[in-house]
């Protein structure tokens, strides 16, 4: 019979198995704080022509003024930009969102939430993603192409209109921005909760295992 024992080598083999590699945790801050200058400033250019009848509070803004929070903007777009894109290609590039994001299935998601809900999901190996998980951070991804291309076509709408008419018209493009980054922010709301709620995955961003 096969001997049960775990020897102190398997120990050391499991606590040092790496959760996050290094580019996905020096990747992942870059963008958040790249997407928290994004989303401040936005907020800033929003207020000086606002689509809803609604405003947001000048202490949660950056800029001071419509020409501050343009350029707030525009410096952290590029870093988000190279970073993102960066991160996009290492990740198809290694194989990491074949593996980590997919499957994606309709039973499988309606099943994790349903564990989710009544406290049932579990997070015993954090080198696999569960369905909701999978599906969150593949959304994303869709979410932050979106709200890059149309910040780009409302950027420049003359020399790229080509990405203002894929949403029909510049005014829509300001529509899909918006909600791209109430979405992004959601995302957010939910990504710190689960953070929050299992300490051991924000371990894992920060050192790796």
Known sequence: MASLTVTDE?????????????????????????????????????N??????????REYTLGGWLGGGL???????????????AYLITGFATGRFRKKLLPITP?????????????KLGHDDLTVY???QRLLYAGIIVVGVLIVLSGLGMWKPVQL???????????????VHFFCMAAICAF???HVLLALLVPKSLRAMIIGR
């Open 161 to 175: 209109y080509y990405l203002v008419m894929l949403f029909g018209d510049y005014p829509t493009a300001r529509y």
């Open 71 to 85: 350029l707030w903007h525009f410096a952290a777009m590029w870093l988000l930009m190279i970073n993102g894109l």
């Open 130 to 132: 569960n369905y909701v």
């Open 48 to 57: 000086a022509s606002p689509l809803f009848d609604f405003r947001f509070p």
């Open 10 to 46: 398997q120990v050391t083999a499991i606590k040092s198995k790496v959760i996050q590699p290094a580019w996905v945790r020096v990747m992942h801050w870059v963008n958040a704080f790249a997407m928290i200058l994004m989303i401040l400033s936005g907020w800033q250019i929003y």
């Open 188 to 190: 957010l709301v939910i």
């Open 107 to 119: 039973s499988g998601v309606l099943h994790d939430v349903r564990a989710a809900l009544t406290f």
